[in-house]
Nanobody, 115 residues
Framework: QVQLVESGGGLVQPGGSLRLSCAASSSYFRFTTVGWYRQAPGNQRELVATITRGGSANYADSVKGRFTISRDNVKYTSYLQMNSLKPEDTAIYYC?????????WGQGTQVTVSS
């Protein structure tokens, strides 16, 4: 069983920054794509960004140029650097490894962007 623990969420003003972390408990992390997702109240979960085992990143159009996903395969940790945050970025952010349907999920971390 793989455990994922997200951290780094909080309350930030519009235009501010946060850095989320996702720490995995298993070396399985090294061999799989990491995905960051978010879910706002009343909305479906949406993909924010992914990074392959080799480091290739993809982003949702809504976050391109503002968010940066990265990973440290030694620490089994992924990061999501979020800059120029907007109120519409408010959501619970989750990380996933191993795929949406049969992979592993963290418990989520709340990000609130508000003045």
């Amino acid at each position: 069983q793989v455990q994922l623990v997200e951290s780094g969420g909080g309350l930030v003003q519009p235009g501010g920054s946060l850095r989320l972390s996702c720490a995995a408990s298993s070396s399985y992390f090294r061999f799989t794509t990491v995905g960051w997702y978010r879910q706002a109240p009343g909305n479906q979960r949406e993909l924010v960004a992914t990074i392959t085992r080799g480091g290739s990143a993809n982003y949702a159009d809504s976050v391109k140029g503002r968010f940066t996903i990265s990973r440290d395969n030694v620490k089994y940790t992924s990061y999501l650097q979020m800059n120029s945050l907007k109120p519409e970025d408010t959501a619970i952010y989750y990380c996933n490894i191993g795929g949406v349907d049969s992979g592993y999920w963290g418990q989520g971390t709340q990000v609130t962007v508000s003045s």
